[in-house]
């Protein structure tokens, strides 16, 4: 399978602890992307990476949260002292860069967080 | 404001029959437009994308757009009661980096 990877799938935390998701994106995709889904919502946007540089981050990505991509590879997006508001859905997507419209963005699975 | 608005359903229709899903944006510079499936608990799947005015097909889906009215609609033809999820509404500016999402339409297929 050489689609968007997400890890883990499914993380139970209790509030106030850290939690890392990690993602590998598809191989020659250099741009990576960062969404978080909740019930009856559409993704929201959290950043972007280009290569290794975060080139834009969203409001809603609070203090508590960072997300790296020291390689140019993997991400991974980090949620400290968490909240009950931040269980959801975390999604990963990456796509190759290029074209006047830009290139198809594809998700991996998702991580679900529930923070108890 | 939204920037992307889909009525969130349920729209119920009857195995066989077209399911128009319907959507408008508010950024007049949106270039790319994409709609999206999502079945309960997963991630997003790729239907279609439309980049110009008019309409593309692909199988049993129709893809429509018209950037003056600032809106984007998605048919599917002969409906399948595997079609019942939530189509997502994308839109993208320019040649650039991320999507705005609509909330969604959940579409029923009923046998």
């Known amino acids: 399978d050489t689609g968007v990877s997400q890890d883990p799938r499914h993380k139970i935390t209790k509030r106030g602890q850290n939690v890392t998701f990690r993602c590998d994106p598809i191989?020659?995709?250099?741009?990576l992307y960062w969404y978080r889904q909740t019930l009856g919502q559409g993704p929201e946007f959290l950043t972007y990476?280009?290569?290794?540089?975060?080139?834009?981050k969203s409001r809603l990505l609070s203090d508590r949260f960072s997300a790296e991509r020291p390689k140019g590879s993997f991400s991974t997006l980090e949620i400290q002292r968490t909240e009950q508001g931040d269980s959801a859905m975390y999604l990963c997507?990456?796509?190759?860069?290029?074209?006047?419209?830009?290139?198809?963005?594809?998700f991996g699975e998702g991580s679900w967080l529930t923070v108890v | 404001q939204k920037e992307v608005e889909q009525n969130s359903g349920p729209l119920s229709v009857p195995e066989g029959a077209i399911a128009s899903l319907n959507c408008t944006y508010s950024?007049?510079?949106?270039?790319?437009f994409f709609w999206y499936r999502q079945y309960s608990g997963k991630s997003p799947e790729l239907i279609m994308s439309?980049?110009?005015?008019g309409d593309k097909e692909d199988g049993r889906f129709t893809a429509q757009l018209n950037k003056a009215s600032q809106y984007v609609s998605l048919l599917i033809r002969d409906s399948q009661p595997s079609d019942s999820a939530t189509y997502l509404c994308?839109?993208?500016?320019?040649?650039?980096?991320?999507?705005?999402f609509g909330t969604g339409t959940q579409l029923k297929v009923e046998l």
């Open positions: 997507a990456s796509s190759a860069q290029g074209g006047r419209y830009g290139n198809t963005i594809y």
């Open positions: 191989s020659e995709h250099n741009r």
């Open positions: 990476f280009q290569n290794e540089a975060q080139l834009e």
């Open positions: 950024d007049r510079v949106s270039q790319s």
């Open positions: 439309i980049y110009s005015n």
């Open positions: 994308a839109v993208r500016e320019g040649g650039g980096n991320k999507l705005t």
